[in-house]
């Protein structure tokens, strides 16, 4: 059977520095699990399937590494690491600063077009989850932070919460496992909108702070549960 290189793929040379595509490649790859715990990298396969020199894909491997994606062990050479708690925890920490920087910068600047848009997602995340549609409720989820951010209008820090917020991406389809963790979600988003709505930056800052807090407890109950069911079936 041939092996099919999940890596592989077209780029656009001429818009994006190779280097940094082929790192945004890998890194989406490793976040979307599509690119497993364990699992090896081998430069010259990447390269060969991305149609690139190896130095290039040498690059992205140490930004992955400085960022805990990858490690590099001798001998077995470079594997996708598994974020730790103590590593997730940090990055709900980190993301619920920059996105009450973002919210609260969003109240003084989002247009009456934009609020429209953003309320018009709470009733379409309650359809999806109404029709079990996870995924498609987490897309919704990420869509109305991502109008947040843009809302904010600080290209700088737009770049630097989208990047956070990836990280957690998965976490939040265990989350809805939590019971009751939509219908909080929910309130939660109501409040965001009040807030923006009103123009009330510190408000806004405050009820997205608080919307990670529970996430990262949502997070935490799902990492109890799954220890629990481990020990189960062990």
Not at 88 to 105: D, H, K, N, T, V
Request: charged share 30%.
């Amino acid at each position: 059977m041939k092996k099919t290189n999940r890596t592989a793929g077209r780029f656009d040379k001429k818009r994006t520095p190779v280097r940094k595509t082929i790192f945004d490649h890998l890194r989406r790859q490793i976040l979307d699990e599509k690119l497993h715990y364990g699992e090896r990298l081998i430069e010259t396969e990447i390269a060969n399937g991305l149609s690139v020199s190896r130095t290039p894909v040498r690059e992205a491997f140490r930004k992955l590494e400085n960022e805990g994606l990858v490690q590099y062990s001798p001998g077995k050479g470079v594997t996708v690491s598994r974020l730790s708690k103590e590593d997730m925890l940090e990055l709900y920490s980190i993301r619920g600063a920059l996105e009450g920087l973002a919210a609260r910068l969003a109240a003084e600047r989002i247009t009456p077009a934009e609020l429209k848009k953003l309320t018009s997602l709470l009733p379409e995340m309650s359809e999806s989850h109404g029709n079990q549609d996870y995924r498609q409720m987490v897309k919704l989820h990420t869509k109305f932070k991502e109008m947040i951010f843009r809302a904010a209008r600080s290209p700088r820090l737009h770049e630097m919460v989208t990047r956070f917020h990836e990280y957690t991406e998965r976490s939040q389809l265990r989350a809805l496992s939590v019971p009751n963790r939509f219908e909080a979600i929910q309130t939660e988003h109501e409040k965001i909108v009040a807030a923006l709505e009103s123009g009330r930056p510190r408000a806004a800052e405050k009820a997205v702070r608080n919307h990670i807090e529970q996430a990262r407890s949502a997070y935490l109950q799902t990492l109890t549960s799954e220890l629990i069911l481990e020990e189960l079936t062990a």
